[in-house]
């Protein structure tokens, strides 16, 4: 950093309501026309020059599988390798870059998100990965606006940490980029985290290589541009959409590995890390590995909850996005002196619950994001549906006729040990198990030792005693947890995201503590009158 500057004072961007008659409601219609219009080719960027390999993958949306989006061009092995080289050829002059003038970079993207690209994002988000204009909104434009705000705001804190200077002396800590590259590994579920992968190490002075998820490519593509537009130079970050495991053996293999970003499931991370031990050897230095993954997440009701709140924090909860969020609840107890309340309750809205084309925004859900997903999601509903101890309470049907539908399930188990407790699902499937009322405390510890996830979770009751017991014996078991609210939603910079034991290292996307993995310190002592005596004053004669 040079001299001194002050960065504006982030706020949260503000969520557009989309109602009928509003002028966002109408640039958004306008825009899904114009990105459903298209088909684009999506290159692969390496050094800011666009590389067509010619081997495609066609983008598909989900709530209608046969419609192409884009055409995507999938790296192959050398442009992978370059990739790695023009990311390391890049940060030689990007590390050096003032701090001002590469926060200038993302804090022009974000106003370029906020007025110019935000419905283009957002409708790259509906069509492509089947978010409702409610869920794009808070994900590709707010959610992703305050990562590159707040990211500018928590760098400035980190380089005016410095250390204490004696007399004469002055000292210094230079909170140097990582010497190499980072490998940003995204997943489909969010815009914004895809976004924030790779952008967050660049911020503090590194270079990339951003591995789209091949579901998410066109959202992901359209902020891409949007970075170079404002000003993000060549090969900082380079864009390699590709089958993720040669795109891996490239890069996990290359001496120059500095860091790995990643956001995913739980079993991908763990190949990834096991392949960098591998390699360790090999590796200039000891790669970060940042890692946020999957979850299974939770809500417990205490017998003094309310009814009505826990009952609404369910349904949003655990159906909003078809259940694709990590931080999606998709385990409930709920105490059998409230449950044919909240059943009840929890039926009625999921009978109202519309489902469909995105573009309709009456439909409260899309499609799942693929095949894959689909068959996987089928496959526990149709065992659930077989299986003893298990009831269908509401939904549990399937169509993919038209797109990948998944109606929002509500399933009432037996055996809190039942596959759908423990093993993520990632879809509109909420497994609930009824406890007597009575046994809270042995309650709480089932939710602690179930499965091997601590993303998220959330309490209901409205007895203060209740709630500091759950706080206690729950405080391992999620990175963020809620009183009194669904488990999901989290605002940059309000509630820091991130989960521990096999959620992820609970590094805690856009917030001070996630940048600092990207800086390797340097402690710099300058002396202004050196010694010029090699005796010190003691070994003088008495
Ligand atoms: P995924 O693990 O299938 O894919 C994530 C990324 O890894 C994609 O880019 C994919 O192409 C890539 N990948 C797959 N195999 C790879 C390999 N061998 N080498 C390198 N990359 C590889 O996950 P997904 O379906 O995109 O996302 C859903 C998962 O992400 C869920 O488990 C969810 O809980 C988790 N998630 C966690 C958080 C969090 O903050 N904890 C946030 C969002 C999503």
Redesign the pocket.
Known sequence: MSGSVNIPTPRNEPVLGYAPGTPERNALKAALAVVGAQQPEIPVVIGGQEVRTGVFHDLTSPHCHRRVLARVHQADRASVQRAADAAVEAQRDWAHWRFEDRAAVFLKAAELLAVTHRQLLNAATMLGQSKTAFQAEIDSACELIDFLRFNVHFAERIYAEQPESAPGVWNRMDHRPLEGFVYA??????TA?AGNLPTAPVLMGNAAIW??????ALSNWHFFKLLEEAGLPPGVINFVPGA??D??DVLLADRRLAGIH????????Q??WRRVAEHLDRYAGYPRIVG????KDFIVAHASADVGALAVGMVRGAFEYQG????AASRAYIPDNLWPAVRDRAVAMIDDIRMGDVSDFRNFMGAV?DQR?FTRIRDHLDRAGKDAGVKIVAGGGTDDSVGWFVEPTLLEVEDPGYRTMCE?I?GPVLSVHVYPEKRWAETLELVDRTGPYA?TGAVFSQDRGALTQADRALRNAAGNFYLNDKPTGAVVGQQP???ARA??TNDK?GSILNLLRWVSPRSIKETFAPPREYRYPFMGEA
Do not use: D, R, Y
């Not at 590994?185 to 969010?190: D, R």
């Not at 946020?292 to 979850?295: C, I, L, N, S, V």
């Not at 694709?324 to 931080?327: I, T």
């Open positions: 590994i995204t997943p489909f579920n969010f985290i591995k789209p998820s091949t579901t998410a993720p495991a795109v891996s990643f956001t995913g499931s739980t079993a991908v991370f190949l990834i946020e993954t999957g979850g694709q969020k990590c931080s994001i997903a993520e990632f993303l995201f991130g989960g959620s992820g996307a």
